[in-house]
């Protein structure tokens, strides 16, 4: 079948709409699947984090595959106070990455705004019974009744999943740690504050290198931040941050210790038309994507989502307006903070279809061979159980079709900052501030 | 912890220079209930039985709720009004002429500085706020220097310095706090014009210690002020200079952003909206300035600070920080 026909019907069937939760802790924060698409990781801003387990294919019953389940809750981070400076730490989790599976075990990483935490997810579902010296409570026997010796056996239990804290990261960053990022060479990791980007080897807590510092030697020099930072996916050399100016550096480790000096830097010159007082706000990135191929990387900022090629720095090779319509509200969302809001964005696991969250709790999809754009609406009322989603229309005055959205009229509170797309299947996980909605798309379940 | 009241150190305060210490202490410390019922509840803390309830608090009650403001700025009908309301009340001659040239584009004009003026107050919020988020401070920074930048090159930098600089002058008299820092300031050879006096670094012993001198230095401070205000308005570069300088504090209060002492945090809070107030308001406020109109809000120009005062204020702020830290 041609994309043009799968994406024109767009058959997203709402697979399973996960638990909504009501306080104002249970905003979730991040959304992450691992490597394989297995799990689902969501972090909230009230220091949990909550992963889903797909179920496993079964032809007994069609429609329960592939459905996740909660798998495991923990408390990952604990709100501290800094005493030195009469600050507090929120413990809401920024960010989490997986780590490849190398063992039975799942691990993960979790930050908050200052500590990144290992955690090592493992499964436990046999008991050893028939002990000798203790009975089955765990008292210990009375040995005068013990008679003869007896070999304990592993009996099979209810499936538990036990969650340890491995390392604990702590003490490096002076500012609000942004984003995490797992090398490729499964031994080291970066973490990226607002001014400097640190890498840090899995097993060692104590140390981490400084690889980016951007701190001007006078605070108030300061014009741009670190935004948003990644590791390249294949060559463990390489990473990319983006700045609240818009620009993009890509760096290698090779060159130096302090990676201060870009290797290359990515930025596309500002339209003198489009130009305000409000260009450089909205011109800063909030996340930076590389592509599975590791050819291209995605750049979000406030109105549009980028595509650019390693190999070219002067202009990225694609731009999608996300939300165009809101050029002329800039004072109005600069006014409400709303312009300051950070979109994440993603790609599919062939690098086909870009996606992107947006207000009034709508997320738009881009086609980048057909060129074509979809804008979805992730809510309870359009989202019943099997329901095909169906296309939404924001109306810039002018004609007004039937249940096309003014302007106007968007909810700016209902924001979908964080979106998650699976390796290697057309499903994908949607944070709705404080709803998770995983939609798959049952037509085209193979991704192209 | 008992708490010692006016009464007991034998001192009395100008009502209005403590409602404004009080009231933005209020405002930068959330958590602290507004309601008159907390207010006047002394369970957290213990209040001296010679005060039946607790003076300090109930002009800052009744104060807030009509005053809280409103933030016309952002409405630009509202905006445009008011630069007509301006029009009327200022009799000076040529604060019409340039109001006149104001007028020709009054749009843009008031357009972009509804935007500075609402970036100021939102870098003056984060600044107030106990985790700034940084990101956002550089991007409003960065935006305010650019129309700071644009207006200097309109001109309108200099014609709003100087229709500023006669009442921030007066002004100054007003709030103890700028005179004590102003004192410093004046030691240290440094001084900004009331559009673009932001927070500083603050060190807290250094209030203290200004506190002793100031009875004497505050009228001398007062001259001063009036000399060099003259003598900015005639340099914009240096008021440039002085604005940038203002902004970069705000990184190094930022970045050093430790409230520690409580005094820093109050002065800077005060003073920098006081200061903000003087810009927002300066130019709507009339030429009457040793007047009161009703209940206005800020600054108020009724009070005249002598040095007694000003010393009491200061021991006043003292009192009304512990209360807070108690609390």
Known sequence: MCWKHK???????????????????????????????????????????????REPESKNEPYSQGEYNVYSTFQSHEPEFDYLKSLEIEEKINKIKWLPQQNAAHSLLSTNDKTIKLWKITERDKRPEGYN??????????????????????KPMDLMVEVTPRRIFANGHTYHVNSISV????????????????????????????????????????????????????????????????????CDMRASALCDKHSKLYEEPEDPSNRSFFSEIISSVSDVKFSHSGRYMLTRDYLTVKVWDLNMETKPVETYQVHDYLRSKLC????????????????????????????????????????????????RESSKPRAILKPRRVCVGGKRRKDDISVDSLDFTKKILHTAWHPTENIIAIAATNNLYIFQDKVNSEMH | MPVETQEERGETASPVG???????????????PLSGASLRSHDSWTCSLLVPECRLWDPVHVF???????????????????????????????????????????????????????????????????????????LIANTVRQIQEEMTQDGTWQMINM??????????????????????????GKHVPGYSTFSKDFEGDQAQDSSETMSTASSVQALRNLQSNVWEMENSQENKGNFQKSLDQIFETLENKSPNSVEDLFSEVDNSYYDLDTMLTGMMSNTKMGHCDGLEPFPSPTTTTSSSNCKSDLNELDHIVEILVES
């Open chain 1, 7 to 53: 994406f024109a019907s767009l058959c997203l069937h709402l697979f399973h709409c996960v638990a909504t939760l009501d306080s104002n802790a249970d905003i979730i924060s991040t959304v992450e699947f691992n490597h394989t698409g297995e799990l689902l990781a969501t972090g909230d801003k009230g220091g949990r984090v909550v992963i889903f387990q």
């Open chain 2, 64 to 138: 807030l709720t009509p005053v809280v403001p409103q933030w016309p700025f952002y409405n630009l009908d509202t905006m445009f009004m008011r630069g007509l309301k301006r029009k009327c009340f200022d009799g000076e001659e040529d604060i019409e002429g340039t109001l006149a040239g104001i007028k020709a584009i009054p749009s843009y004009n008031l357009q972009r500085q509804s935007l500075l003026d609402m970036s100021l107050v939102k870098l003056q919020l984060c600044h107030m706020l106990v985790e700034p988020n940084l990101c956002r401070s550089v």
């Open chain 1, 332 to 379: 109005s969302l600069y006014e409400n903070d709303c312009i300051f809001d950070k979109f994440e964005c993603a790609w599919n696991g062939s690098d086909s279809v870009i996606m992107t969250g947006a207000y009034n709790n709508f997320f738009r999809m881009f086609d980048r061979n057909t060129k074509r754009d979809v804008t979805l609406e992730a809510s």
């Open chain 2, 163 to 188: 229709q500023n600089t006669g009442q921030a002058s007066v002004d100054r008299l007003v709030s103890t706090d700028i005179l004590c820092r102003s004192s410093r300031e004046q030691a240290e």
């Open chain 2, 18 to 32: 403590e409602i404004q210490l009080l009231r933005w202490s209020l405002l930068s410390w959330e958590p602290l």
């Open chain 1, 133 to 154: 010296l203790k009975d089955e409570e765990g008292k210990l026997k009375d040995l005068s009744t013990v008679t003869s010796l007896q070999v304990p056996v592993l």
């Open chain 1, 183 to 250: 090398n490729s060479d499964c031994e080291t990791y970066m973490s990226a504050d607002d001014l400097r980007i640190n890498l840090w080897h899995l097993a060692i807590t104590d140390r981490s290198f400084n690889i980016v510092d951007i701190k001007p030697a006078n605070m108030e020099d300061l014009t741009e931040v670190i935004t948003a930072s990644e590791f390249h996916p294949h060559h463990c050399n390489l990473f990319v941050y983006s700045s609240s100016k818009g620009s993009l550096r890509l």
